[in-house]
Every structure is written in C-alpha cells, then in structure tokens.
C-alpha cells in the first residue's frame, strides 16, 4: 500500500490499484465508483502488480481535478458521442422491427438516449492525461461502451478495453 497526498491510501484492487476517492455524479446510477489509478495492462498484456509511483499520482490527481471540475462538458460530450455512435452503429438495428424482432426502440434523440448510458462501471486515470469511462452499455452489455478522454477532450469511442 501507498498513501499519497491526494488520493490517500493507494492498494491494489480487482482491476488495478485504486483509492479512497470515488467518482460521484447524479447523472449515473451508482452513487459512488470506483477510480482505478494507472493500467492494469503492461504493453505485453501482463498484469502490472507495481503500484503507480509518487509522481504518477500527482499527474493523475491533476488529470482528475480538471476532469471533475469541468464535469458538465466532459458528460455533455459523453451523451453526443455515445448518441452518435448509436446511430452509426445499433440503430440500423434497434430501429428496425424486421431486424430486432422487437419494436422499434425510437431513439432519436440525446435525451431518450441517455437512458441507456448511466451504467457507469469505474473511471481509469492513465499517463499522459488520460481518463477513460467505463459504461455498462444497456444496448450492448456484452461490449460495454468506453470514452477515453485525453487532456479534457474524449479522443476515443468503443467497446470497454478498445480505447
């Protein structure tokens, strides 16, 4: 275990190393989640079981604190881009009753689409100012949808562990 300044006590968890801070918002179901603090990955796909060091910590409390302080953006360009993926990808389906075999779910908004996106899993804070979102996609549970932020701006759309 690590204590750190900002983020307190720094353990290693199911997914990672994590601490004593959740990511709150009323927006997402959970009234708390988890916040993993660096990659749970090596570039070989091994399990980093280091945990991330001082100066890791402190770029990742600042990557944070500009992630949480500028929240209402960061979740308005959320909702666009998980609509926008939508419709590029599931509403050929979902919007058609020959291809579903359920009736059309009429998606055709941000806001009945917002519906679908308040699962929210973890958030992971990684180098290079980088914060990626974790939802558990009612649409797609199978893949999840994940947005990884760098510097503020989401930079990527996928399935969880794409980004």
Avoid: C
Wanted: hydrophobic share 30%; glycine share 6%; no cysteine.
């Amino acid at each position: 275990m690590t204590t750190h300044p900002y983020w307190g006590n720094v353990e290693e968890d199911w997914a990672g190393y994590s601490s004593d801070i959740y990511f709150s918002y009323p927006f997402f179901d959970k009234p708390k989640t988890e916040v993993f603090l660096g990659d749970e990955y090596d570039e070989e796909g091994e399990e980093i079981e280091t945990p991330p060091t001082e100066k890791q910590l402190t770029a990742f409390a600042e990557t944070y604190r500009i992630f949480i302080d500028n929240i209402e953006n960061r979740l308005a360009d959320l909702q666009l881009k998980s609509f926008e993926r939508y419709e590029r990808v599931y509403a050929k389906y979902y919007e058609n009753s020959e291809q579903s075999g359920e009736p059309p779910l009429n998606i055709d908004s941000i806001e009945k689409h917002n519906d679908y996106i308040k699962d929210l899993m973890y958030l992971r804070i990684s180098d290079n100012k980088t914060i990626r979102v974790t939802i558990r996609y009612k649409l797609d549970t199978e893949h999840g949808i994940e947005f990884k932020f760098v510097d503020g701006q989401i930079e990527d759309v996928g399935g969880i562990s794409e980004t």
